[in-house]
Structures are given as structure tokens and as C-alpha cells.
Nanobody, 126 residues
């Protein structure tokens, strides 16, 4: 059974940086569309960044230029490097894997994701 486990969440001040990791077990990361999402209290889940099996990455406008998604296929690990963090980035961050029809638009791929991590909390203070 495929399982995803996020790590790296925490609290930082606005303007700071934070890195998240997502380890996949029971599956091979390179065969999936992999993505990061977040959900703040009272808000809908938001797609942030996607990386396809060819290593191409796509970002939501809200994080483009600030967040970087990457993948270490040798260790089946997905990363999200976050810089210039803002208080509005506060949320629980989730990684996911699946085979959606298109591995491109972060907000759309969530409907085709088969496996989800339990999330890691990121808090940005002003």
C-alpha cells in the first residue's frame, strides 16, 4: 500500500524560509504525478505545485517564484522549498501522488490524486 509522510513543518517569521519533505513508501515516486497542496482553517484546499514523471514542474500563481518543488527519485522523496513566506501561507501542507489525466494544473490535479499524506502544519508569524 502506498503511503506518504510529510515532514518539516513548523513556525517561522514572515520573510523566512522553510523546507518540507514527503517520503513515499510502497510505491515509486517517479511513476506518479506528485504535488503539494495546503489548506488553511475555513478555506478550501489549494493546489500549490506539481511535478510530473518527466520532472517538469508547475506552480500556482500564489506561490510562483517563492516555492520550488523537486523530487529525489533515488530516495522516493518529494520536496517543497518555501521562501519569502507570508502570514497567509499559514496552513496545513499535504503531499499527494496519483495518475490524474493531466499532471499540470495544481488546483485540478487534486481530483486525480490517489494517495495523500496526513499533512504538516506551517505557521508564519508577522
Amino acid at each position: 500500500q502506498v503511503q506518504l509522510t510529510e515532514s518539516g513543518g513548523g513556525s517561522v517569521q514572515a520573510g523566512g524560509s522553510l523546507g518540507l519533505s514527503c517520503t513515499i513508501s510502497g510505491g515509486t515516486a517517479s511513476t506518479y504525478c506528485m504535488a503539494w497542496f495546503r489548506q488553511a482553517p475555513g478555506q478550501e484546499r489549494e493546489g500549490l505545485a506539481v511535478i510530473d514523471s518527466d520532472g517538469r514542474s508547475f506552480y500556482a500563481d500564489s506561490v510562483k517564484g517563492r516555492f520550488t518543488i523537486s523530487q529525489d527519485n533515488a530516495h522516493d522523496t518529494l520536496y517543497l522549498e518555501m521562501t519569502s513566506l507570508k502570514p497567509e501561507d499559514t496552513a496545513t501542507y499535504y503531499c499527494a501522488a496519483g495518475l490524474p489525466p493531466s499532471c499540470r494544473t495544481p488546483d485540478l490535479v487534486q481530483y486525480g490524486m490517489d494517495y495523500w499524506g496526513k499533512g504538516t502544519l506551517v505557521t508564519i508569524s508577522s
